[in-house]
């Protein structure tokens, strides 16, 4: 059996990252309709969906300039869907809140994204332009894979996992894995380098969610037995 081409492998990885891509994106949907439903996004936070659509953002500008369709695809999608859920948190938010949201996108998302453009389109010239943008790219990428740094360290200090959804965390990990191969395949270390992060972050995220997944109901359960203990 013939070994497949590096174009083949770089196709399938492409089409593979942009499904599971997709699927990522909308893994917080039950977060957002939780938020819906309550009317109120209090306890959760929007720094991680800002960092995102930047991400996305820079990524579908190093994806023009760089002619990929696998990237401009997904990322296109991914501010979509980032600005509904950012406009989603703020409508629901308390009035300081929706305040420091916007100011935060308008920082991230105009100012920071319009900053890079500017820069590299003016002043940037050649092969150096994509250069710079990828570095960018690349270093954004492992924000948004950090983020989710200070739910993690939530999840430990109040032994729940309320907020912190496990499709996400399942999908980022496949998600990663993806894009990994695929910027190998391409030679594109911009995309392949951050996924490794992404990988293991995704993994610690999957770890500590079953291990505090039942933690409240035991914290929970505890305290009803310990109410109803005879002395």
């Known amino acids: 059996m013939a070994f497949l081409s590096v174009q083949t492998l ?23 309709y939780t938020i819906y439903k309550r009317k109120s996004s209090e306890g959760f936070q929007a720094l991680p969906y800002s960092v995102a659509l930047l991400s996305a953002s820079l990524l579908l500008y190093y994806a023009f300039l760089k002619s990929d369709t696998y990237i401009i695809s997904i990322n296109g999608i991914g501010c979509l869907i980032e600005l509904i859920y950012l406009l989603i948190y703020i409508i629901y938010s308390p009035k300081k809140t929706k305040i420091s949201t916007s100011g935060m996108i308008l920082l991230f998302n105009v100012g920071g994204l319009g900053v890079i453009m500017a820069v590299t389109l003016l002043v940037v010239k050649g092969s150096s332009r994509l250069t710079l943008v990828g570095w960018v790219c690349a270093v954004i990428n492992l924000a948004v894979f950090a983020s989710p740094l200070n ?3 939530q999840v430990i200090r109040t032994k729940s996992v309320e907020f912190m959804p496990f499709a996400l965390s399942f999908f980022l990990t496949i998600c990663s894995k993806m894009w990994f191969f695929y910027g190998f395949f391409i030679r594109d270390y911009y995309i ?40």
Do not use: C, H, W
């Open 10 to 32: 770089a196709f399938i990885f492409g089409i593979s990252g942009n499904i599971v891509s997709f699927m990522v994106f909308l893994a917080p949907m039950p977060t957002f």
């Open 192 to 231: 392949a380098l951050p996924n490794v992060m992404g990988f293991l972050f995704g993994i610690a995220q999957m770890t500590l969610y079953f291990i505090y997944k039942d933690a409240k109901k035991d914290v929970d359960l505890n305290f009803t037995l310990e109410g109803l203990r005879i002395f």
């Open 151 to 153: 739910i993690m360290r």
